[in-house]
Structure formats: structure tokens, C-alpha cells
């Protein structure tokens, strides 16, 4: 498998140096090289000649789409050191009757591979599934299949809107000031990777040793990021399946974690991921995902009151608790974004 990966590299750096050195190279001269290339390197020809055409293009044809739609940066495609991907089509890859091994019959004779997981294939036509991709990760190989299915969830509708408010002592907050607590997985196993870097750092450059340390430390680093993914798509399903339009803060992340003081803290709750997930599960669930711009939202008050940004709680005059000053941004933001709440006495219209 990694001889896989590494072929897939080199077909793809290959084609990119052919394709900065020319001028006007079209999809049909880089598909004429990678001909060239399987006819002068035996190895190459164990990899799927349309998997090489298509990692091939996959860099170049991504740059023209961004020329046409004007996005900026168009994002020019650069030759890359590591690779850790490759994709196999239908014709090298077989499932087993059972649905618990994976049958490779390339050039790279990778024969049967165990089938670890939850997902059955056997729920999908052998038609409906296009590809593989195989994915190298820390802990192993993950296998990706590409379905050609309509993936769309049939839920009544809530008749509700919320909003929610990222912000450090607590993950969220909702317009009804539900906090979902942090858990601060970063912070709490930080103690670990400071010995695993420490025993890295203790070992010989190119020795056997070193290659074992780092393997050690980015299996711990790949399980942070998984815990964080995992509690911020639990949250997202809940929030999305429990309301049929739902605003999230469009937060510029990058630009938040120059501040030295917050930056891992800021690393620590996956903002972005947690975003991101906000609009793929509203449009799998065919619910509205609302961006809102976040200059100004902690500085939006509701009419009856005023306070300063720097007070962390505040007492209304008719209220006996105190609630968190990140509750009425989202309060107000939901009221200046989302359509307002039909009222069940009349008389008060």
C-alpha cells in the first residue's frame, strides 16, 4: 500500500513539472504523459492507468476553476513531499460476499484486506459505489468509497430558530442561553505530547527509534483532533435536528489564533470545524444555516439594558439570576437575523 501512495506521488509531481515547463497543456497532452510515463517506468504501471489521469489533473483543473469563478487566491498547484492518499476505480477493487474484506487485484498485489467499521456496503449497489480512496493515517489506513447516492433526511419541521455563540469558557450558547460546556481535550492531555516530544528529540536523527517516537506522537496527535471532531459534530446534529434554522458566527480563525495569549485556547474548540459542519448537516437535513458577520455582536444589547463588553454577567431589574453576557448577543443576533416568533395570544399583537 505505500508503494501505492508513492507511485501516485510521483505520477502527480511528474505531471505538474510537464505542465509548469509548457505552455497551453491541455487535459489531453498531461493524459498523453502519464502513457509516457507508465511506458518508461515499470513501476508505474501497477497504478490504475485512470486513478494516474486523474491524480494528474486533479491539481491543474482545480487552479482553472478558481481563474473562471475569480477566487482569491486562484491557488497555484505545488509539487508535494508527502502524499498519503490513492485512489483505485472499480475494476482493481472486489468486496467479499460478507462484506468484511476488500479483494485488491492491481499490480501492486495488495490481495485481501480486513474491513474494519460500521458502514455496510451491502445497503449500496456494487454500481452505485465509483471509487476508493485509500488514506494513510497515523493509527493505519482508512478506506473512503465514493457513493453516487442522495443523502437527505425527511424530519418534520420544528417550527423553531436559534442562534449560536461561540466563545472560550463554554463551547456554545443558544439564544435560550444553553451552554454546552468545554471539554478541553488539548488542554487536559497536553502533559503527554510534551514527554513524547521530549523522547523524539532524545533520539538520533534517521535512526529506527526516532521514526517509532514520531509514530507515537502523531497517534496521540490524530486522537485529539478526533475527540474534537466528534463532540463538535454531536453538537451540530443536535442543534440542526431540534430547529429548522439555525445561525452560527462566520469566524475568521486563522486570523483569531495570531493572538498569542488565546491561540490555543482558540485551537482547543475548533471553531471552523464546528461551522463547517453547521452548513453540510443543515443541507443534508434540508434545514437553513444562516452566516452572520461577527463584528459588532458582542455589542449588541437588548433594549431594556445596557452594560459594558468587559462585565461578565449582569442583573435585570426583574430577573433574580445573572445571566452570561454572551446570551444576549445571541438573543439579539437571532432577533436581527431570524424571522421573529409568532406570539399565541392575540392580544398582545
Same mark, same amino acid.
Given at each position: 500500500?505505500?508503494?501505492?501512495?508513492?507511485?501516485?506521488? $510521483?505520477?502527480?509531481?511528474?505531471?505538474?513539472?510537464?505542465?509548469?515547463?509548457?505552455?497551453?497543456?491541455?487535459?489531453?497532452?498531461?493524459?498523453? =504523459?502519464?502513457?509516457?510515463?507508465?511506458?518508461?517506468?515499470?513501476?508505474?504501471?501497477?497504478?490504475?492507468?485512470?486513478?494516474?489521469?486523474?491524480?494528474?489533473?486533479?491539481?491543474?483543473?482545480?487552479?482553472?476553476?478558481?481563474?473562471?469563478?475569480?477566487?482569491?487566491?486562484?491557488?497555484?498547484?505545488?509539487?508535494?513531499?508527502?502524499?498519503?492518499?490513492?485512489?483505485?476505480?472499480?475494476?482493481?477493487?472486489?468486496?467479499?460476499?460478507?462484506?468484511?474484506?476488500?479483494?485488491?487485484?492491481?499490480?501492486?498485489?495488495?490481495?485481501?484486506?480486513?474491513?474494519?467499521?460500521?458502514?455496510?456496503?451491502?445497503?449500496?449497489?456494487?454500481?452505485?459505489?465509483?471509487?476508493?480512496?485509500?488514506?494513510?493515517?497515523?493509527?493505519?489506513?482508512?478506506?473512503?468509497?465514493?457513493?453516487?447516492?442522495?443523502?437527505?433526511?425527511?424530519?418534520?419541521?420544528?417550527?423553531?430558530?436559534?442562534?449560536?455563540?461561540?466563545?472560550?469558557?463554554?463551547?456554545?450558547?443558544?439564544?435560550?442561553?444553553?451552554?454546552?460546556?468545554?471539554?478541553?481535550?488539548?488542554?487536559?492531555?497536553?502533559?503527554?505530547?510534551?514527554?513524547?516530544?521530549?523522547?523524539?528529540?532524545?533520539?538520533?536523527?534517521?535512526?529506527?527509534?526516532? #521514526? #517509532?517516537?514520531?509514530?507515537?506522537?502523531?497517534?496521540?496527535?490524530?486522537?485529539?483532533?478526533?475527540?474534537?471532531?466528534?463532540?463538535?459534530?454531536?453538537?451540530?446534529?443536535?442543534?440542526?435536528?431540534?430547529?429548522?434554522?439555525?445561525?452560527?458566527?462566520?469566524?475568521?480563525?486563522?486570523?483569531?489564533?495570531?493572538?498569542? #495569549?488565546?491561540?490555543?485556547?482558540?485551537?482547543?474548540?475548533?471553531?471552523?470545524?464546528?461551522?463547517?459542519?453547521?452548513?453540510?448537516?443543515?443541507?443534508?437535513?434540508?434545514?437553513?444555516?444562516?452566516?452572520?458577520?461577527?463584528?459588532?455582536?458582542?455589542?449588541?444589547?437588548?433594549?431594556?439594558?445596557?452594560?459594558?463588553?468587559?462585565?461578565?454577567? =449582569?442583573?435585570?431589574?426583574?430577573?433574580?439570576?445573572?445571566?452570561?453576557? $454572551?446570551?444576549?448577543?445571541?438573543?439579539?443576533?437571532?432577533?436581527?437575523?431570524?424571522?421573529?416568533?409568532?406570539?399565541?395570544?392575540?392580544?398582545?399583537?
Amino acid at each position: 500500500m505505500d508503494e501505492a501512495v508513492r507511485t501516485a506521488r $510521483f505520477v502527480r509531481n511528474a505531471c505538474l513539472r510537464f505542465w509548469m515547463n509548457g505552455e497551453k497543456v491541455s487535459k489531453n497532452a498531461i493524459d498523453k =504523459h502519464t502513457m509516457k510515463l507508465r511506458a518508461e517506468y515499470k513501476w508505474a504501471k501497477k497504478l490504475n492507468s485512470t486513478a494516474c489521469k486523474r491524480r494528474a489533473w486533479a491539481a491543474m483543473s482545480r487552479f482553472y476553476d478558481n481563474c473562471k469563478k475569480g477566487v482569491k487566491p486562484v491557488g497555484h498547484p505545488r509539487l508535494k513531499k508527502s502524499v498519503r492518499s490513492v485512489e483505485f476505480k472499480q475494476s482493481v477493487w472486489e468486496p467479499d460476499a460478507a462484506n468484511k474484506r476488500l479483494t485488491q487485484t492491481d499490480g501492486f498485489r495488495v490481495g485481501d484486506v480486513k474491513r474494519k467499521g460500521t458502514r455496510n456496503l451491502i445497503l449500496h449497489r456494487l454500481e452505485d459505489i465509483k471509487g476508493l480512496w485509500v488514506v494513510k493515517r497515523a493509527d493505519g489506513y482508512c478506506a473512503l468509497f465514493l457513493v453516487d447516492v442522495e443523502r437527505l433526511f425527511n424530519l418534520e419541521a420544528s417550527g423553531k430558530a436559534t442562534r449560536l455563540d461561540v466563545w472560550l469558557k463554554a463551547f456554545n450558547t443558544d439564544a435560550e442561553g444553553n451552554d454546552e460546556p468545554n471539554p478541553h481535550f488539548y488542554r487536559k492531555a497536553q502533559q503527554l505530547p510534551k514527554k513524547l516530544q521530549r523522547r523524539v528529540s532524545r533520539k538520533g536523527k534517521g535512526s529506527n527509534n526516532r #521514526k #517509532k517516537a514520531l509514530a507515537k506522537l502523531a497517534v496521540f496527535r490524530f486522537k485529539v483532533s478526533r475527540q474534537r471532531k466528534g463532540h463538535a459534530v454531536k453538537l451540530v446534529w443536535c442543534a440542526v435536528a431540534s430547529h429548522d434554522v439555525v445561525a452560527s458566527e462566520e469566524l475568521k480563525v486563522r486570523n483569531m489564533t495570531r493572538n498569542l #495569549k488565546l491561540s490555543k485556547s482558540i485551537g482547543d474548540t475548533s471553531w471552523r470545524e464546528f461551522r463547517q459542519w453547521v452548513k453540510y448537516i443543515a443541507r443534508v437535513m434540508g434545514k437553513i444555516a444562516i452566516p452572520v458577520n461577527p463584528a459588532y455582536t458582542s455589542q449588541i444589547r437588548s433594549a431594556r439594558h445596557k452594560h459594558h463588553i468587559e462585565a461578565a454577567a =449582569h442583573r435585570c431589574a426583574d430577573r433574580s439570576g445573572q445571566p452570561p453576557r $454572551f446570551w444576549q448577543p445571541a438573543r439579539a443576533a437571532r432577533r436581527q437575523f431570524l424571522p421573529p416568533r409568532p406570539r399565541a395570544d392575540p392580544a398582545h399583537q
